[in-house]
Structures are given as structure tokens and as C-alpha cells.
């Protein structure tokens, strides 16, 4: 296996590495806010569908640390990557306007960075409850009496603080950025490349990118201008 | 001077092949005992290194570039010739070497153009299982096209960048071997002279052009594939790095150099448009194919080119040469331009040009066509000149671009100073009077991949050289002369640049040594090209240091010995008393204006010796013999 | 016109560099930038001062010797064309025009605008041929290669090695040098045989080297001379990836 390990160490093989754990993090971005978008079907939606991921129990920690695993990955090996690039080029340009290389190819790294501290306060708010414990602590209790976490209440909670609710839209921004370059590039990267679909596959990754960042800031800012609310009897 | 040819007896079509018979051969496992010394990494150069060193010899290569793929082999445009009969139009070895002869004006060797002929086939295969692009048709056969002086199609080419391919190719095989521990190449250094022991070239001393530490060579034998020295003329197609240095100093430790008043002259190449021109670029001569030569058949005619009817145009070329044409061969239409500016016809600045007309072609293949044929040509003028060719004819006038004299070679490729090689444009053989179109790159690979590796294991073979470590008295003598000129050029202190030398010198040399020339003129130069150098001597201007890159210095230390080398240049040209080729000395032509060969006189390669700075050189003959063409006046009518 | 030149001076590799302002008067619009140069030149050289090292030699486009960053772009602001090539009359009257040299780990200055690019060098020296020696090579119509692929081994190979890709590129990666090779002869049957191994022995050296990572921002191309495709680049981590697949790691 020393050949594979060493393979991955070049920079080809750290490109690679990359590509790979963020296009599996671009299937979870896709697959959590599909899931999250249920906070427009309602209360009871949301709050089953947490329920269910709850339910899966071990599967879930499997899942949970496979995220991580591809998180660390992707995350180090990029920093690793941008401290090459910089020893690469030791003294830099006087004048540099650059050609033709875009705002979100050019960003990646703080882009990617700013998502990764965002990530971070994401987990504290909703999943750790070190932000608005209060509205972590939020249960539904159903007609059988059983209750459940009310994370639509959380959410929405979470969301009535303007400071939070704009926090989510620019990390979203961010996260489209980001999206928008690595969501083709890897397509090169891994070698996948048509020259023919080159331009279609670029035109896909912008589109993709911008779904990402309506379908995501769409709920904030649903909830900031009040086209969702708390359910009846819940405050925090 | 021993000038012995040593051309095999008989035939000449088994000349090579009993030669290479008779030659002896080096043990296998004794290749590796005798280094060789290759300076210059071009066709020549590259392909020599590379294949001497695949036979297990231990070879160094220099090159004065920063890489050995960079040398000026890669700006050749057109093609390679190679007698393959592909295009089943009655090609031959036969005919390829007749055309060679008779387009070099019969003044080239018989015997040594036979076997460039016969190994042209060769070069063709190699360079394919090496992986050079050559252009395909869709079958995948490999295409062809035609070139001037010749009516097959017999010139491979790789778009307009056939010298480039044919050299990355070369320089990948030579990559190799450097990979491989069998060549050293030592990159941005400079050969400033060659080491004589006992009669012997024995080694080199170099400049490393980035130090400035001057350094020496042991070697057994010694190979010069430095190029030509077309740059006296200060404005050519050359790049700005060619020059004679090499071969010059190889001249004045003994070895003849052969009729140094010939050079190529391109008849395609973009006008001079100011005083600020540093070098005249080149236009393929493929453009020939379906371009068109013409001027105004009235004289001042200043009109734009649109405006002038057919009727009065002159399409000169056609209309002199109607066989041949716009592709007649180079030295022709280059005197055939320099005729219609003389006569007051040209056009463009300074009226120093013609045109070369694309509006029939693009009539009848529709401008698609020509675009693809000749895109990245037109792309090229178009930068140079401001002028979109697809609309207005392009404006072309011939200059410096080849030199077809240099060091006497024997059929071995051996100079008459013993242990120095001499492969690729620094020699003389192969082209006579006049080269035609995509034969240099021909003879460069023909020497340096299928010749000079068979003839110098038979000098190995034969001279047994002694050891000798740069150590020997003789290493000491030539660097120490060397590191007194470079304090000479660093201490004289004068108010003019290198450069500034250098364009007065190549003013003289294109006006009075250049296409024409005459008795008057050449004495002329020979009375002011000492007067220049003279000056050089005493009003140079270096500045900085020899300890670093100093590109000023290189630039001096060229000049300097083109200063010297274009005397003996007119000396030649004012020796040469017909016109062949290219050189048209105006006392030698015919009433309506054709030049005259003098056979009885000049069938010989002219040799000159080094007698000493203050001492006039000599001039030496080798005849050449016609057994196979028959000595005839050229007719492209 | 007349032009203010801010020009990189640097007196050796070890030494630190600054601009240095220089006045260009009458300059013409037919020179070529590197004559423009040549006339700044001969005026430092008049006045006693060091002139300007940089390096060039063909003045046709095709040797690959000239360099310069010129206004933070590799070779001027003319597409497809090299400085030597490129004329005075893309600037205008009054402009300010700063000259940077290559700038990268891997091709560490020798003197003011002057770049070693013998890194270049080994990373074709690792692998960027074709193992054939001079000799015994078969009937050049004996393999047959269709026109698209002749043409496009023809567009990769067309690279000069100039360096421009890296010096455009924020991470001074070298991929389209090295791609544009490994594409030349992966699109030739002759190139076959050591497809893989030379794949990965290139990628090697050119790590070795100390060249950036590629990150996809495609400059390499737009400051191509040749405009070489970043398609070979795509190209090359395929056969990269296929390579190490097969467990052909060089």
C-alpha cells in the first residue's frame, strides 16, 4: 500500500484527495438542505424528520464520522496544499491583476476557512446547544403523549435573531462561492474532463452553486421577515 | 593545409556504404574511454551528443542557451526534405542529390550530398519513432508539400514549426541520455576558444555565463555544431545569440574555413521598418505555394495594392522563371526582389520591398483554406507589421538567414585541424552556393544522427589519442589568453556599445558583401572593417563585472570576432570572381542581368588560413568534381 | 511616445531586488518591447549605469528564452504572443509599465529580469521522450496516425518552455508545462509504451522541484503564448489516476 500512500502525498494525489472528500461534502450540503427545507412543510415535517435521523442510532455515529473523517481531510490537506503554493512562489508579484482566474477560484482558501469556522458555530448552535441553550432544550410532545426535540421551534428561534439569521446568509454566500469553483474543478481534477461539456459542466457548477445558496438562506430569511414563525404556545 | 576529402573511390551511390565498411570500428566496451567534447545543442549538436552517447561514448555537451532545447535550430519553419517518393511523383535519392547539386550552384561535394540524400529517409523514421508530429493526412499517412527548387513534394513538416518538433525531438533523445548519466550538459556556457596539445584538439575553454568562472575541457575529440555566423550582418533571421565565435577561434588555431563569403540569403522575410530593428523575421518560403510575387510594374507606382490592376502588375517570378515560378529557388527570387527594388518598383518604407499575394488563393480555396495552411504565419505578420495579410498582400524582402560556407570538413566530417569535428551549418559541405529550401535541417540531422557517430569511432580507431588531463601547458596558454581579453574588454573604458560596433559592422557587410557585390565595394570594406575593429579596440564600453552575467561582455567578445571574421569574409567575396548562388558580383553577369558562373576558374571550394593577426590569410583550393550532375548552367526558365 | 519603466534590478540570486524607475522616451510603436529595451539599454550603457539583464534570443516567438512579466502579465497584455513579439504600439502615450521577472521557487532569479528554468529541464529529463535510440527505427508509414490525433500530439507539443504557465499561475505550478508533454506523446502510439511511467516520473520531478499545486484558475492557459489547452491538464490527472490505479507508480 506504500505506493498508494506515496501517490496520494504528490500533488496530484493531494488534488485528488481533495476533489474527492469535497464532492462528498458537496453531497451532504445537498442532502442536509434538502432535509432542512422541510422547515417549509411545517413543525411536524421537520421535527419527524429529525426524529428519524435520531432513530438510526449507531448508523448515524458511522455517518457522523465518516463526515468528519472527510471533513479533516478535505480541510488539511487544502491548508496543507495553500502552504505549498506559498512557499512556491516566495516573492510575490508587485503588480499582479490576474487573466482570467475568478473571485471564487481565488478564495478558495478563505472561503473554505470561513465556512469551516461557520461549520463550527453551526454544530455549537443546533447540534451542541452552546448557543441559545434555552431553545436547544425545546421538546414537542405529541398526541401520544411521547415527546420529541421541537428543532423547527429551535430553528426558528434561532433564526428571529437578525445578528444570526445574517450570519447564515453571508456563510452561505461564502459557501457558494466555494461551491461554485469546486464543484467543476474537480471534474478536471479527477480527470474527468470533456472539452466538449467544459463549458455546460461550468455553467452546472455556477447553477448548482446559486441553488445552494437560495435554497440555504431561504429559510433565515423566511423567518426574519416573518413567513415563518414559532408554533402557537412556544416561546423562548 | 592538408585539405584531402578522403572520398571514397567509385560510384557515388556506393560511396557511403563501402565507406562505412571500410571504416573502424571502436569496441563496445571501449566507447566509454574516449570523451567527446560537443559544443552546441541544436539538430547537429543535440542529435550527435544523443547518439554518440546511446553508442556508450562519454560525451559533454555545450550549449550557450539556458537549455539545449532553445537553440536556433527550433525557429526553422518550412520543413525537412527526405527523398521517401511518398507521393509517387518520380522522387529518388538520385533526384533529391541531383536537385541538391545543381540548386547549390555546383558548389558543393558530389560524394557528400549523395549520402545527405541517402540517409534523408532515415531521418524521417527517426524522428516519427521518436514521436516528432509531422503532418498527416486523415488516412494517417504522413503529408507532403513542395518547397522551392524542386518539382516533387518531397518536405515533411510539422505545421509552421517543423525545426522546432524535428529539435524537441532531438533534445528529448539528448534528455535522455542526460537522465541517463551518459551526457553532461552544461547549459549557459559559452566556448570562447579550443585547446591544441601537440597538434591535436585536445579540448575547450569556456565561460560559464551566469559565474563568469572560466573553465577547461580535456576531451579526444572536439565538436563544433555552433551554427552560422550570418549575424555579421547584424540585421538576419538569426537569433540574436548566433554567432561566429566558435568557429572562428577553431579558424585561428588552424582550421580552414571555407568559402566564408557565402551566405543564404531568404527571399521571405518581413521588411526593416526603422532604425530600432534588432532582426528581420522570416515568413516560410512555403507561403511560395500559394502566395504570389509581384510589384507595380510602373516605377514609384505609390498607389495601395488593391488599386493596382493586374495588368500593371508585374508578377516577376512568374513571368522570368515560368517553369518554376513563385517557387524558383532562394538565391533567384532573392535577386530577382533586390532587381525589381533596384529598378525603383519596391514598395513599403524605403521602398525596400515586394509583395507576396494571397488574394488568388483565397479566391480559389476560400480564406479557411489558406488559414489553415498558413494561420500562424499570417497571425505572425500580422503582429510584427500592424497588416492583416488576408486583405492586403503581404510586403517581403530577402535577408540574411543561413550561412552555407564555414569550417572545411573532409568526408568524414573532420576538419584539417586534427581531432576537431565540425557537423550541421559550422560546416560547409552539403549546399554549395546556395542551399534550397528544407535541406538544413536535412543536413544537420543527417550529420549529427547517421554520420559523424559512424566516422569519429574510425578517428578514435585510428589515432589512439594519449592521455591528457587540463593540466597540459597548452590549457593553461589558452585560458590565460582568454582572461586578457576579458580584462581587455572590462579596462579599455571607450564611450560605445558592443551593439553599436556591431550594427555599423553589419551595414558594411549587407551593402558591399551582401546579395551583390563588386570589386569597388569589397575594397571598400576591406579598407574600413580594420578602421571599425581598430576603433572597437580602443572605444568599447563594458560595464560591470566578468565575475557575473554580463550579457554586455558576451555581446563584446562576439563582436570582437566578427570584426575580424567579416574581413576575411570580403576577402573571399572580392577573391571570387563569378557569380554563384546567391552572390552576385556585378562585374559577372549576362546582358539581361543573369549571373555568370565562372567554372573554369572557381568549381572549388575556397580555404583559408590563419596566418596571424597582423599576417593576410591564405587561400587554399579544394576542386570540385562533377562525375554525376553535369556541370551546367542553371535554368528555372 | 514616452513610457516610465518601474524595472526589477536584482545584482544576483542571494541578493535582495527592488523597481527601479526608468524613463523611455521616443519610444516607436513598431518596436518590438525587447527593442524598446535594447534603446533603454544603450542609453544605461551611455551613461555609464548597468544595463538591464534579460534574456531573449530568437526575437520570432518560438525559442522560449524571453520572459518578463509585464504589468503582472506573463509576456504582455497580447494573447498568444510572446514579448518578444509583442509590439510597443499595445501601450500608450504617458503609460507606466512595470517589469517583473519570472517569479517562482522553482526558477530562482539569476540576475534582474534573468530566471533559471533548468528545473524545465530535468522534468523532461525525467521522462518527457520516447526511449528510442538512433537507429533501426521502421518505415515512417509503417504506424499509421489519424490527422485529429497527429494534430492534437501537434498542440501539445507546441509548448516552447517559455515558463509563462508558471509565473501566471497564483501557485507557480507547473501541470500545463508538464501536461502539455505528457500529452504530446499519450496522443501518439509511440508514446505508448512508457505512458504510464512517464506520467508519473514527470509528476515527480516537477514536486520535486518545488513548483505550486494546480488549483484549477486556468491563468497557465490565458498566458500561454501557444495557447496550450488546460484540457491536457484534465488529460494528464486521468492518466495520473489510471497509472496509479494500475499500480504503475514509476
Not at chain 1, 99 to 108: F, H, P
Not at chain 2, 8 to 19: F, I, L, M, T
Request: charged share 20%.
Amino acid at each position: 500500500m506504500n505506493w498508494l500512500l506515496r501517490s496520494l502525498q504528490s500533488s496530484l494525489g493531494k488534488k485528488f484527495l481533495v476533489a474527492v472528500t469535497g464532492l462528498a461534502l458537496l453531497g451532504f450540503v445537498v442532502t442536509h438542505m434538502l432535509g432542512n427545507l422541510q422547515i417549509f412543510l411545517g413543525r411536524d415535517a421537520l421535527n419527524a424528520y429529525a426524529a428519524q435521523l435520531k432513530a438510526l442510532g449507531g448508523l448515524l455515529w458511522v455517518a457522523r464520522a465518516g463526515l468528519l473523517a472527510f471533513f479533516v481531510v478535505h480541510v488539511a490537506t487544502a491548508i496543507r496544499i495553500s502552504l505549498e503554493n506559498r512557499a512556491a512562489r516566495p516573492v510575490r508579484y508587485a503588480v499582479d491583476p490576474g487573466i482570467q482566474r475568478t473571485v471564487s477560484a481565488r478564495g478558495m482558501l478563505v472561503t473554505g476557512l470561513t465556512v469551516f469556522a461557520f461549520v463550527l458555530y453551526h454544530l455549537a448552535h443546533f447540534t451542541w446547544g452552546w448557543v441559545m441553550t434555552d431553545a436547544h432544550m425545546l421538546t414537542e410532545t405529541l398526541a401520544d403523549g411521547t415527546t420529541r426535540h421541537d428543532v423547527f421551534s429551535m430553528v426558528v428561534a434561532g433564526f428571529q435573531q437578525p445578528l444570526i439569521a445574517l450570519l447564515y446568509v453571508a456563510a452561505m454566500v461564502l459557501l457558494g462561492l466555494h461551491i461554485r469553483h469546486g464543484s467543476w474543478s474537480f471534474v478536471q481534477t479527477l480527470g474527468l474532463n470533456h472539452h466538449k461539456f467544459a463549458p455546460a459542466i461550468r455553467a452546472a457548477a455556477a447553477g448548482l452553486a446559486w441553488l445552494i445558496v437560495l435554497g440555504n438562506i431561504s429559510m433565515p430569511l423566511a423567518v426574519l421577515f416573518g413567513a415563518i414563525g414559532l408554533p402557537d404556545g412556544v416561546t423562548v | 593545409m592538408n585539405l584531402d576529402a578522403k572520398i571514397p573511390s567509385g560510384p557515388v551511390a556506393e560511396a557511403w556504404d563501402k565507406h562505412r565498411f571500410d571504416l573502424k570500428l571502436v569496441n563496445p566496451a571501449n566507447k566509454r574511454k574516449f570523451k567527446v567534447l560537443v559544443v552546441g545543442s541544436g539538430l547537429a549538436g543535440g542529435s550527435a551528443a544523443a547518439t554518440m552517447a546511446e553508442l556508450g561514448y562519454d560525451v559533454d555537451c555545450f550549449c550557450f542557451q539556458d537549455s539545449p532545447r532553445r537553440a536556433h535550430s527550433i525557429a526553422a519553419q518550412g520543413g525537412i526534405n527526405a527523398a521517401k517518393n511518398y507521393q509517387n511523383d518520380g522522387d529518388s535519392v538520385y533526384r533529391l542529390f541531383y536537385d541538391t547539386v545543381k540548386g547549390g550552384d555546383f558548389r558543393s561535394r558530389e560524394a557528400n550530398v549523395y549520402r545527405l540524400a541517402q540517409v534523408s529517409a532515415n531521418i524521417i523514421d527517426q524522428c516519427v519513432a521518436q514521436g516528432v508530429p509531422f503532418a498527416r493526412e486523415y488516412g494517417g499517412q504522413l503529408a507532403n508539400r513542395s518547397f522551392g527548387g524542386a518539382q516533387v513534394s518531397r518536405t515533411f513538416y510539422a505545421r509552421g514549426a517543423t525545426g522546432q518538433q524535428l529539435l524537441l525531438g532531438c533534445y528529448a533523445a539528448l534528455s535522455r541520455q542526460i537522465e541517463m548519466g551518459a551526457v553532461k550538459m552544461h547549459t549557459r556556457t559559452e566556448m570562447l576558444d579550443i585547446v591544441v596539445a601537440d597538434g591535436i584538439t585536445r579540448g575547450i575553454i569556456t565561460r560559464n555565463l551566469t559565474t563568469g568562472k572560466i573553465e577547461r575541457w580535456a576531451g579526444d575529440a572536439v565538436v563544433l555544431a555552433t551554427g552560422g555566423y550570418v549575424n555579421v550582418f547584424y540585421l538576419s533571421t538569426n537569433a540574436m545569440g548566433c554567432n561566429v565565435t566558435a568557429a572562428w577561434r577553431a579558424h585561428k588555431r588552424g582550421a580552414g574555413f571555407a568559402n566564408p563569403c557565402f551566405t543564404q540569403i531568404h527571399p521571405t522575410c518581413i521588411p526593416v521598418s526603422g532604425d530600432h530593428q534588432s532582426k528581420l523575421t522570416l515568413m516560410s518560403e512555403s507561403l511560395r505555394n500559394d502566395g504570389r510575387v509581384w510589384v507595380p510594374a510602373k516605377p514609384g507606382d505609390q498607389r495601395p495594392p488593391s488599386q493596382i490592376p493586374d495588368n500593371e502588375r508585374d508578377y516577376y517570378l512568374e513571368r522570368k522563371y515560368p517553369s518554376f515560378g513563385n517557387l524558383s529557388p532562394r538565391d533567384i527570387a532573392s535577386r530577382a526582389a533586390k532587381e525589381a527594388c533596384d529598378d525603383g518598383k519596391g514598395v513599403g518604407p524605403g521602398n525596400r520591398g515586394v509583395y507576396l499575394d494571397f488574394r488568388d488563393s483565397i479566391q480559389r480555396l476560400g480564406a479557411e483554406v489558406v488559414k489553415q495552411r498558413y494561420g500562424n504565419l499570417f497571425d505572425m505578420y500580422q503582429r510584427i507589421t500592424d497588416e492583416n495579410p488576408y486583405e492586403l498582400p503581404m510586403r517581403i524582402y530577402p535577408a540574411p538567414h543561413y550561412t552555407i560556407g564555414g569550417l572545411w570538413v573532409d568526408y568524414n566530417l573532420h576538419s584539417n585541424q586534427p581531432g576537431l569535428h565540425v557537423i550541421g551549418e559550422a560546416n560547409f559541405s552539403d549546399h554549395g552556393a546556395n542551399r534550397l529550401g528544407a535541406s538544413a535541417l536535412m543536413q544537420g540531422l543527417a550529420d549529427g544522427y547517421f554520420v559523424l557517430p559512424y566516422t569519429i569511432g574510425n578517428f578514435f580507431a585510428t589515432h589512439k589519442p594519449e592521455p591528457i588531463t587540463t593540466d597540459h601547458p597548452a590549457f593553461r596558454e589558452a585560458e590565460s589568453e582568454i582572461n586578457a581579453r576579458l580584462q581587455r574588454f572590462m579596462t579599455i573604458g571607450g564611450s560605445r556599445s558592443p551593439e553599436s560596433f556591431h550594427r555599423e559592422l553589419g551595414r558594411i557587410m549587407w551593402e558591399k558583401c551582401g546579395m551583390a557585390r563588386n570589386r569597388a565595394g569589397l575594397e571598400e570594406a576591406l579598407q574600413k572593417i580594420p578602421e571599425l575593429r581598430e576603433e572597437f579596440w580602443n572605444n568599447v564600453k563594458v560595464i560591470g563585472t566578468e565575475r557575473s552575467l554580463n550579457m554586455t561582455l558576451e555581446q563584446a567578445g562576439r563582436v570582437a570576432d566578427f570584426l575580424e571574421f567579416g574581413e576575411t569574409m570580403c576577402r573571399d567575396a572580392l577573391l571570387r570572381e563569378e557569380s554563384c548562388g546567391g552572390h552576385f558580383r556585378e562585374e559577372y553577369q549576362t546582358e539581361d542581368g543573369e549571373a555568370v558562373r565562372n567554372d573554369d576558374d572557381f568549381a572549388h571550394a575556397a580555404v583559408w588560413e590563419w596566418k596571424g593577426p597582423n599576417e593576410e590569410p591564405v587561400r587554399h583550393q579544394e576542386e570540385m568534381t562533377f562525375e554525376n550532375v553535369k556541370l551546367a548552367t542553371r535554368s528555372y526558365k | 511616445m514616452n513610457l516610465t519603466l518601474k524595472v526589477w534590478r536584482q545584482d544576483g540570486p542571494n541578493d535582495a531586488g527592488r523597481l527601479e524607475t526608468y524613463d523611455a522616451p521616443d519610444v516607436s510603436p513598431d518596436m518590438s518591447f525587447l527593442e524598446m529595451l535594447d534603446v533603454v539599454n544603450e542609453r544605461l550603457i551611455n551613461e555609464g549605469r548597468t544595463p538591464i539583464e534579460f534574456d531573449h534570443d530568437c526575437r520570432e516567438g518560438i525559442c522560449g528564452m524571453c520572459s518578463l512579466v509585464i504589468n503582472g502579465v506573463p509576456h504582455g497584455p497580447q494573447r498568444a504572443t510572446t514579448t518578444c513579439q509583442l509590439h510597443m504600439r499595445s501601450f500608450k502615450d504617458g503609460d507606466t509599465i512595470a517589469i517583473e521577472p519570472w517569479r517562482a521557487k522553482a526558477f530562482p532569479v539569476v540576475k534582474d529580469l534573468v530566471v533559471d528554468r533548468s528545473s524545465f529541464d530535468r522534468i523532461i529529463q525525467a521522462g518527457g521522450y520516447a526511449s528510442v535510440n538512433t537507429g533501426g527505427a521502421p518505415d515512417a508509414n509503417a504506424m499509421l496516425i489519424g490527422k485529429e490525433d497527429a494534430d492534437t500530439a501537434f498542440d501539445a507539443a507546441a509548448c516552447i518552455g517559455c515558463g509563462a504557465c508558471v509565473a501566471a499561475c497564483p501557485n507557480a505550478s507547473a501541470m500545463l508545462f508538464v501536461a502539455a508533454k505528457v500529452a504530446h506523446y499519450a496522443h501518439l502510439p509511440q508514446g505508448q509504451p512508457e505512458r504510464d511511467r512517464r506520467t508519473v516520473k514527470m509528476v515527480n520531478s516537477m514536486d520535486a522541484e518545488g513548483f505550486g499545486n494546480c488549483r484549477n484558475y486556468y491563468e497557465c492557459e490565458a498566458a500561454c503564448p501557444k495557447e496550450i489547452p488546460v484540457k491536457f491538464i484534465g488529460n494528464m490527472n486521468r492518466d495520473f489516476i489510471k497509472a496509479v490505479a494500475a499500480g504503475n507508480e514509476g
